[in-house]
């Protein structure tokens, strides 16, 4: 089960078989693992997501100062400090927007994903 906060990126609680939690976030364009926390011990799972997110979520993501989605440094235009969405990136990326795999040579579409990439902050067809 996929959940959304707004304090923290995409996430999905795990239970292990002992009954503890750990979280899984994601960057909220790529859809990409990010971060697969440590088991938590607490008891309140909101209070446990929030210090899973803050010791050790948190520093694996960017957070958009425009849309405030929370990206992977690939999906993340570190110039403007906004993700690649609101802030594309001036020459050829380096990674697909959407799935984040490499790209190389003069694509218009991602092998992976044949998402549309963006060059010189439009959209390419």
Not at 7 to 18: L, Q, S, V
Not at 95 to 108: D, I, K, M, R
Request: aromatic share 10%; with cysteine; proline share 3%.
């Amino acid at each position: 089960m996929y959940q959304q906060k707004n304090k923290t990126a995409t996430y999905r609680i795990i239970t292990d078989e002992d009954g503890r939690r750990r979280y899984q976030f994601f960057c909220d364009i790529s859809g990409a693992v990010g971060c697969t926390t440590k088991p938590q011990d607490g008891k309140d799972s909101e209070q446990e997501l929030m210090s899973a997110w803050e010791s050790e979520g948190r520093e694996c993501f960017n957070h958009c100062h425009k849309c405030g989605k929370w990206v992977s440094d690939v999906m993340y235009n570190a110039d403007v400090l906004e993700c690649v969405f609101c802030a594309p990136w001036e020459d050829k990326p380096k990674y697909c927007p959407h799935c984040g795999e490499a790209v190389s040579g003069e694509e218009n579409k991602c092998k992976r994903c044949g998402s549309h990439l963006r060059y010189q902050g439009v959209l390419e067809k």
